[in-house]
């Protein structure tokens, strides 16, 4: 396949001209990093229709050092950064979504990405005794935050011990001091895979760390990308041409050419420090700090006029729980067709299990024991089998992203004794909010099956819904707009 030489930059700014266009960028001038930039951030995007916010004139910091929240937080934003259109329906976004992640996996090696000399993340380069990070403004973004955390929305960039296999993941960056950060890589993610190598070999760990960028770019650092994959190739299937990256003058590790703040330096064997504690998806901290490699920074990169992405986890609704849920979704949706469920006709991961606890599918029932059949899939394939804890089978009537209309389900067409199964000893986590009280030794949980459609066995009897037909509501909402 040929592509352009120069490649996509991951340029942050041009998607923001995007969006001020189509109305979903808000300017916020003068908060505080200290909790208030949060505490905005968390509220807006708790918001039905909520823009994205770009914040400048940061308490004590100079005009242009901006950061930037709640990008992915509606579907217009999502469909523009994953190049879909835009599309401002969710159930239409998760359609136009389906099969897609196989397909950009599929095509990711044709990919690479296009090395180029220099780019706009040179405009500003400090380097040893000049490095000081605390010129960016990081937020202390929860009351009970361990820190101030610099890399939320951020790619972490590592290259593997005995391979030239580059990966890029998100992980939290916490601000340490003007040199150092700390990073806390869960055990088995692929940055973490690769610093325990360096670790065994007694070498120091290098890591770059873009803290903005196209959005796509922090969007994609967050999902799971195969063992082995470098994720600028799945972005480059995204955009249909290769990501152009510059290479970091200490460690040669590639980042966006037109990265908005990156910061580079090594892990070194033994440092480890305080790190935490922070809040996770699913809306607790799930524990005191902790301990994590600390990063000593030698070089930093910046823009004039920096922006920040920032990406904090909190009770959901979070800054990023609606992009999972959409991603989820659609991967759940294929998943059920793969697994021979006729008749789906939606999926939703609510954003309030952190797109993993409390599923749900709509299904139009065909055959006794096809609710059911759905439900354990549901709640049991590869990828909603970690942390799924409530999986709810509905009828097609239901939307099931509505959660008053699935709960009016569960409250209304169920039977709690034979409605209800149980799995025990199912795939849990020791970072679930539950396990301090559960009883297993290991990262077990319990989950339910919830089958809310109305008794196969009875459909022809169940009493019919009490409310306006759908084409009744059409018309009456057309003449009456005024007051609907
Ligand atoms: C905003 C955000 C913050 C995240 N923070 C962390 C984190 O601190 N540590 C971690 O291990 N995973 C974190 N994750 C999840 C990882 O990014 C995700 O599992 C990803 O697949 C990791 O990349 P990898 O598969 O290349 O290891 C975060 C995800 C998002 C979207």
Not at 117 to 132: D, L, T, Y
Not at 175 to 185: A, E, F, I, P, T
Not at 373 to 382: E, P, T
């Amino acid at each position: 396949m040929r592509r352009s030489e120069k490649g996509n930059p991951l340029d942050l700014r041009a998607w923001l001209d995007e969006v001020r266009k189509f109305g979903e960028l808000k300017d916020v001038i003068g908060a505080d990093w200290k909790l208030e930039l949060g505490a905005i951030s968390e509220l807006n995007v708790k918001k039905d229709l909520n823009p994205a916010l770009l914040f400048d004139e940061i308490a004590g910091y100079p005009k242009g050092f901006r950061v930037l929240t709640c990008s992915t937080s509606s579907p217009g934003r999502l469909s523009s950064i994953l190049r879909l259109g835009l599309e401002k329906n969710h159930h239409e976004l998760v359609q136009k979504l389906r099969g897609k992640p196989a397909s950009w996996q599929a095509q990711a090696p044709n990919y690479d990405p296009v090395v180029l000399e220099r780019g706009p993340i040179f405009e500003n380069v400090r380097s040893g005794e000049a490095v000081n990070l605390e010129v960016f403004p990081s937020p202390l973004w929860h009351e009970q935050d361990g820190g101030r955390y610099i890399g939320t929305g951020c790619c972490v960039v590592t290259r593997d011990f005995d391979s030239d296999w580059v990966n890029v993941g998100t992980y939290r960056v916490q601000l340490h001091d003007k040199r150092s950060v700390g990073l806390d890589m869960i055990p088995g993610k692929h940055g973490a895979i690769q610093y325990d190598k360096y670790m065994k070999a007694g070498k120091p760990f290098p890591v770059a760390i873009v803290l903005g960028c196209d959005p796509l770019g922090y969007l994609i650092s967050g999902i799971e990308v195969p063992f082995g994959m470098c994720e600028y190739n799945y972005i480059g299937a995204i955009l249909g041409e290769s990501v152009s990256v510059v290479k970091g003058e200490l460690t040669g590790l590639p980042f966006p050419a037109g990265a908005e703040i990156v910061i580079e330096g090594w892990a070194h064997p033994g440092d480890v420090r305080t790190e935490g504690p922070f809040g996770e998806f699913h809306g607790y901290y799930p524990g005191k700090e902790g301990t994590a490699p600390a990063v000593t920074i030698e070089k930093i990169y910046y823009r004039n006029d920096p922006i920040m992405v920032g990406s904090p986890p909190a009770k959901p609704p979070n800054d990023y729980s609606y992009s999972k849920a959409v991603m989820r979704s659609a991967l759940l949706f294929d998943a059920l067709l793969a697994a021979g469920v006729p008749d789906v006709t939606a999926v939703w991961a609510h954003e309030i299990g952190g797109a993993r606890m409390f599923n749900v599918v709509a299904i139009k029932q065909r055959y006794a024991g096809h609710a059911k059949q759905a439900g354990h899939i549901l709640n049991q394939c590869g990828v909603g089998a970690y942390m799924s804890r409530y999986s709810v089978v509905v009828d097609e009537d239901i939307d099931p992203s509505n959660l008053q209309e699935v709960m009016w389900a569960v409250a209304t067409r169920t039977d709690p004794a034979i409605d209800i199964d149980i799995i025990q000893r199912g795939m849990g986590s020791k970072n679930d909010p539950m396990f301090v009280a559960y009883p297993y030794q290991a990262p077990f949980s319990s989950k339910a099956i919830v089958d809310a459609c109305r008794p196969y066995d009875h459909l022809h009897e169940f009493p019919a819904v009490a409310e306006a037909s759908r084409e009744l509501q059409e018309q009456v909402r057309k003449k009456w707009k005024d007051i609907l």
